[in-house]
Every structure is written in structure tokens, then in C-alpha cells.
């Protein structure tokens, strides 16, 4: 079983940096894409950033040329370093793991979830 545990967030003024990283433990299919997502009040959840096991990453208009994803695939860690945060990328942040399986077969897990608040 599939565990995702995030780390990071707070409280940070509008233009400050924040870093968000989130570790699986257990066993991850070799193909895969880890990503976070975020949920602002009232919104749906929305895709941030997502990097394949490849190196692959697709990022958000909105966040494009401030956010950065890394991953580390000995370690099944990935980090989401956020600068010149905007009071509206405050929401909850999830970190997800998409496992790609044979014959089109996917499992999802997501993490608990850590909250950003940006203050202006």
C-alpha cells in the first residue's frame, strides 16, 4: 500500500517562497507521474505541477515561472518550491502519485493534504 506523506506550508507573505515536499513509502510502479494538486475554498481541485518518472513536467499557466518541481526516484520524494506566491495560490495542497500500469490500467494515491496561505 501506497502512502504519501507531505510536509511543508504555512502561513507566508505575498512574494515569499515556500517548499513543499512529500515522501511515498511502499512500492511504486516504475511508471509513474508525481504531482501536486491544490484546492482553494469553493474551487475544484486543480492540477500545479506534475513530473513523469521520466523527468517529463507540466505545470499550470498560473504558476509557470514560479513554481518548481523536483522529484528524487530513489528516494520516491517529490518537492514543489513556490516563489513569488500570490495571495490566490492559497489552498490546500495535495501531493499525488499516478501509477501507469500495463494495458491502460492507473491507481491513484494522495496525500492528506498541507495547507499554503498567503497572506497579502
Do not use: H
Request: hydrophobic share 30%.
Amino acid at each position: 500500500q501506497v502512502q504519501l506523506v507531505e510536509s511543508g506550508g504555512g502561513l507566508v507573505q505575498a512574494g515569499g517562497s515556500v517548499r513543499l515536499s512529500c515522501a511515498a513509502s511502499g512500492s511504486i510502479f516504475s511508471r509513474n507521474v508525481m504531482g501536486w494538486y491544490r484546492q482553494a475554498p469553493g474551487k475544484q481541485r486543480e492540477l500545479v505541477a506534475s513530473i513523469t518518472s521520466v523527468g517529463e513536467i507540466e505545470y499550470a499557466d498560473s504558476v509557470k515561472g514560479r513554481f518548481t518541481i523536483s522529484r528524487d526516484n530513489a528516494k520516491n520524494t517529490v518537492s514543489l518550491q513556490m516563489n513569488s506566491l500570490k495571495p490566490e495560490d492559497t489552498a490546500d495542497y495535495y501531493c499525488n502519485v499516478e501509477e501507469r500500469r500495463y494495458f491502460g490500467i492507473k491507481r491513484y494515491y494522495w496525500g492528506q493534504g498541507t495547507q499554503v496561505t498567503v497572506s497579502s
